[in-house]
């Protein structure tokens, strides 16, 4: 007898019978399906890398429907690549292809709807490790005019390369080039549609005049995403100094400037670097001069104007925005000197703050800030680091030691500084003849030589000092910045971590976001990088003729006059701008 009674509620049907079944009045064999539960499958099979998940897969359906669930993917994932997402997203846009994840949270605005798909996830960074994608060559497009189109470089042509601007908003892609034009024109690629072109007319000059650069709004509102399509806020610099701000949806063919801001004589110098969140936009001109607007209104408001005598170019800027309302961290990575002729690397963190009084509204995001009582967004705290600091005072052996450290890593040019916030590239920059130089010297004797412009000498010694060969400029070196919280009493630090190795000539473009870098060299190759483990892969093997003329421009001293080019990337594709032309690679195979 039982001591309490049975619920009256249907028992839910059993997943699958656990022992053995009869079949045509005979028992069949016990297999591995028949025998376990669903539950004790997927726990054996936890315990399995990707690869045999995969062979296990091909096995029979049931062990190929197993074998793909997400759950189990989920794990792999996280176990494998340690966090909840694809790596390289700068946030700027979500998707509507059903392969979301949440980029990052503080800059983006993710549907809840919208489910990952672990395994898919799982492949794509795979494919990031293993320097595995599909190339397309953006040429030949119906409706576009074909002379405006980038095309692969001429081998042995002494002609200059183009060079261009790319930009990545969720599946479009936005370039236009940046020489001289009559009326500089935006190109926009969407994914499976036919592309437009966005022109610019500036009102400052009547002869020809280009683009200096461009940027993506990268406030929440821009990444809204609805079942349709997205929208774009883009700004975009003439060499005038003058800039428009565009807002684009993919469902239209034009779009026109919504506001255009003329600045005045004394500020009027091309804009090199930008960082828009709105209503915050952030510039920073040739002169290296950086300067702030405000967009909150219906005009456009110059608020601040800041210069520096310790930085200089070439630099790359971050914004992004902070858990108070209407304030902002601009993290600023530039060159800096080092005595008596030489270069090393540093970063400011700037804290910007609206004076004005904000509404309740603005505390929930969902739309801009709305600003009650007039007021400018300036900067209430700056705080720098410098990868090569002297101490002062008398210093013991430990701090000599890193003092010679620091001193190896200091270069005679510096080609490029690419920052996320959290990470700094250095690439060198140099001639080939100089390395070439120095490499012969560097036989002769084991440690640097250093000979007074009026004695007398038999040997053939470089004219300037030149970084030692484990810091030569194909060779990229990576600081981690560290910003403590403004109350702590430390101050900002900047790290060297290690030097990035692959590239086998000098680097003509550099990207760094969430965590990871890609590298343009101007032979063509592109490297990537896991900065947290510094694993790196090569995507692009190097034009041949290419190495052949750099191989003869070493002997020839022609290495400096390799131009420069353009790459970007975000989870799920790499697009360059160089000796072949503009190319995507795709990783999402």
Same mark, same amino acid.
């Given at each position: 007898?039982?001591?309490?009674?049975?619920?009256?509620?249907?028992?839910?049907?059993?997943?699958?019978?656990?022992?053995?079944?009869?079949?045509?009045?005979?028992?069949?064999?016990?297999?591995?399906?028949?025998?376990?539960?669903?539950e004790l499958i997927l726990f054996i099979f936890s315990f399995l890398d990707h690869r045999d998940l995969c062979a296990v897969e091909a096995?029979?359906?049931?062990?190929?429907?197993?074998?793909?669930?997400?759950?189990?993917?989920?794990?792999?994932?996280?176990?494998?690549?340690?966090?909840?997402?694809?790596?390289?997203?700068?946030?700027?846009?979500?998707?509507?292809?059903?392969?979301?994840?949440?980029?990052?949270?503080? %800059?983006?605005?993710?549907?809840?709807?919208?489910?990952?798909?672990?395994?898919?996830?799982?492949? @794509?960074?795979?494919?990031?490790?293993?320097?595995?994608?599909?190339?397309?060559?953006?040429?030949?497009?119906?409706?576009?005019?074909?002379?405006?189109?980038?095309?692969?470089?001429?081998?042995?042509?002494?002609?200059?390369? %183009?060079?261009?601007?790319?930009?990545?908003?969720?599946?479009?892609?936005?370039?236009?080039?940046?020489?001289?034009?009559?009326?500089?024109? @935006?190109?926009?690629?969407?994914?499976?549609?036919?592309?437009?072109?966005?022109?610019?007319?500036?009102?400052?000059?009547?002869?020809?005049?280009?683009?200096?650069? &461009?940027?993506?709004?990268?406030?929440?509102?821009?990444?809204?995403?609805?079942?349709?399509?997205?929208?774009?806020?883009?700004?975009?610099?003439?060499?005038?100094?003058?800039?428009?701000?565009?807002?684009?949806? +993919?469902?239209?063919?034009?779009?026109?400037?919504?506001?255009?801001?003329?600045?005045?004589?004394?500020?009027?110098?091309?804009?090199?670097?930008?960082?828009?969140?709105?209503?915050?936009?952030?510039?920073?001109?040739?002169?290296?001069?950086?300067? @702030?607007?405000?967009?909150?209104?219906?005009?456009?408001?110059?608020?601040?104007?800041?210069?520096?005598?310790?930085?200089?170019?070439?630099?790359?800027?971050?914004?992004?925005? &902070?858990?108070?309302?209407?304030?902002?961290?601009?993290?600023?990575?530039?060159?800096?000197?080092?005595? +008596?002729?030489?270069?090393?690397?540093?970063?400011?963190?700037?804290?910007?703050?609206?004076?004005?009084?904000?509404?309740?509204?603005?505390?929930?995001?969902?739309?801009?800030?709305?600003?009650?009582?007039?007021?400018?967004?300036?900067?209430?705290?700056?705080?720098?680091?410098?990868?090569?600091?002297?101490?002062?005072?008398?210093?013991?052996?430990?701090?000599?030691?890193?003092?010679?450290?620091?001193?190896?890593?200091?270069?005679?040019?510096?080609?490029?500084?690419?920052?996320?916030?959290?990470?700094?590239?250095?690439?060198?920059?140099?001639?080939?003849?100089?390395?070439?130089?120095?490499?012969?010297?560097?036989?002769?004797?084991?440690?640097?030589?250093?000979? +007074?412009?009026? &004695?007398?000498?038999?040997?053939?010694?470089?004219?300037?000092?030149?970084?030692?060969?484990?810091?030569?400029?194909?060779?990229?070196?990576?600081?981690?910045?560290?910003?403590?919280?403004?109350?702590?009493?430390?101050?900002?630090?900047?790290?060297?971590?290690?030097?990035?190795?692959?590239?086998?000539?000098?680097?003509?473009?550099?990207?760094?976001?969430?965590?990871?870098?890609?590298?343009?060299?101007?032979?063509?190759?592109?490297?990537?990088?896991?900065?947290e483990s510094g694993r790196c892969a090569e995507v692009a093997a190097p034009v041949e003729q290419l190495i052949e003329e750099t191989d003869?421009?070493?002997?020839?001293?022609?290495?400096?006059?390799?131009?420069?080019? &353009?790459?970007?990337?975000?989870?799920?594709?790499?697009?360059?701008?160089?000796?072949?032309?503009?190319?995507?690679?795709?990783?999402?195979?």
């Amino acid at each position: 007898m039982l001591k309490r009674r049975s619920s009256p509620a249907t028992l839910p049907a059993a997943k699958r019978h656990a022992g053995p079944r009869l079949s045509s009045g005979r028992h069949s064999g016990i297999t591995f399906d028949s025998a376990l539960y669903d539950e004790l499958i997927l726990f054996i099979f936890s315990f399995l890398d990707h690869r045999d998940l995969c062979a296990v897969e091909a096995a029979n359906k049931n062990c190929s429907r197993l074998a793909s669930d997400d759950q189990l993917w989920k794990g792999l994932f996280l176990r494998e690549f340690g966090r909840s997402r694809l790596r390289g997203g700068r946030g700027f846009y979500g998707r509507t292809d059903g392969r979301l994840v949440k980029p990052l949270s503080s %800059r983006v605005y993710r549907p809840e709807e919208i489910v990952p798909n672990w395994k898919w996830m799982f492949r @794509i960074s795979s494919n990031w490790r293993n320097g595995r994608c599909a190339v397309e060559i953006f040429r030949d497009w119906d409706g576009v005019d074909i002379d405006h189109l980038p095309a692969p470089v001429v081998m042995n042509s002494k002609a200059p390369q %183009r060079r261009w601007h790319v930009l990545l908003a969720g599946t479009s892609t936005i370039f236009a080039s940046a020489e001289p034009s009559e009326q500089p024109t @935006i190109f926009v690629r969407d994914r499976g549609s036919p592309p437009t072109t966005l022109k610019f007319n500036s009102q400052l000059s009547s002869g020809s005049s280009s683009i200096s650069t &461009m940027v993506l709004d990268q406030s929440p509102l821009s990444s809204r995403v609805t079942s349709h399509s997205p929208s774009v806020s883009l700004a975009v610099f003439l060499s005038t100094g003058e800039f428009s701000i565009y807002h684009r949806k +993919p469902s239209e063919i034009k779009a026109v400037p919504k506001r255009t801001y003329i600045p005045l004589p004394q500020h009027r110098f091309p804009v090199t670097h930008a960082a828009y969140h709105h209503p915050l936009l952030v510039t920073l001109s040739q002169s290296f001069t950086l300067m @702030i607007y405000d967009l909150s209104g219906d005009t456009i408001t110059h608020t601040q104007t800041l210069s520096s005598f310790t930085s200089h170019p070439p630099a790359s800027i971050v914004l992004s925005a &902070m858990s108070i309302p209407l304030s902002f961290k601009l993290v600023l990575a530039y060159a800096v000197p080092v005595y +008596p002729s030489h270069w090393s690397v540093g970063a400011t963190e700037l804290i910007i703050s609206h004076s004005g009084v904000i509404s309740s509204s603005s505390v929930a995001l969902v739309e801009p800030p709305k600003v009650t009582t007039p007021g400018n967004f300036v900067v209430s705290e700056t705080r720098s680091a410098r990868a090569f600091d002297v101490p002062q005072g008398w210093i013991d052996e430990n701090k000599l030691q890193a003092m010679n450290a620091q001193w190896g890593r200091k270069v005679t040019q510096v080609a490029h500084t690419q920052t996320d916030g959290k990470w700094v590239v250095l690439a060198p920059g140099g001639s080939l003849q100089s390395l070439f130089t120095t490499s012969n010297s560097a036989e002769s004797s084991n440690s640097s030589i250093f000979q +007074p412009s009026g &004695m007398p000498s038999t040997e053939i010694l470089p004219t300037t000092y030149v970084s030692p060969p484990c810091h030569s400029f194909a060779q990229l070196q990576l600081y981690r910045l560290h910003l403590p919280p403004p109350t702590s009493s430390h101050g900002p630090k900047l790290t060297f971590v290690r030097t990035l190795h692959g590239p086998r000539g000098p680097v003509s473009a550099v990207a760094v976001a969430d965590g990871r870098c890609v590298s343009l060299g101007a032979d063509g190759s592109i490297w990537v990088w896991d900065l947290e483990s510094g694993r790196c892969a090569e995507v692009a093997a190097p034009v041949e003729q290419l190495i052949e003329e750099t191989d003869a421009g070493v002997c020839m001293g022609r290495g400096a006059g390799l131009s420069r080019g &353009m790459v970007v990337f975000d989870e799920r594709r790499i697009v360059s701008a160089g000796v072949r032309g503009i190319e995507e690679r795709r990783f999402d195979i």
